[in-house]
């Protein structure tokens, strides 16, 4: 069974920055696309980012375009999350997602993920 566990959020101040980790064991990491999803309290869950197996192709939500960046070390079973210029309205619980089918694409729907982490918290103050 594949377990995903995020780490790294907390408060961070608007124009901030923090990052992201989420470790994987339990399956074949490197066959993985992954993707990083959010929600706020009341709303749906959002896709943030997604990045395939190899790392060689990554896509972003518009919100979020030129201020975060997802990456991947498989030789450390780790996706993470690079965000900087945070705003208030990246105030969500952040969850990483891992998809295993061993596609070469990436995946920027909830139902397309087979593996969820527990989210972690991330605010952003004024």
């Known amino acids: 069974q594949v377990q995903l566990v995020e780490s790294g959020g907390g408060l961070g101040k608007a124009g901030g920055s923090l990052r992201l980790s989420c470790a994987a064991s339990g399956g074949t990491f490197s066959s993985f696309a992954m993707g990083w999803f959010r929600q706020a309290p009341g709303k749906e869950r959002d896709f943030v980012a997604a990045?395939?197996?190899?790392?060689?192709?990554?896509y972003y939500a518009d919100s979020v375009k030129g201020r975060f960046t997802i990456s991947r070390d498989n030789a450390k079973n780790t996706v993470y999350l690079q965000m900087n210029s945070l705003e208030p309205e990246d105030t969500a619980v952040y969850y990483c997602?891992?998809?295993?089918?061993?596609?070469?694409?990436?995946?920027?729907?909830?139902?397309?993920?087979?593996?969820w982490g527990q989210g972690t918290q991330v605010t952003v103050s004024s």
């Open positions: 997602a891992a998809e295993g089918t061993g596609s070469s694409s990436y995946y920027t729907r909830v139902y397309e993920y087979d593996y």
């Open positions: 990045i395939n197996w190899s790392g060689g192709s990554t």
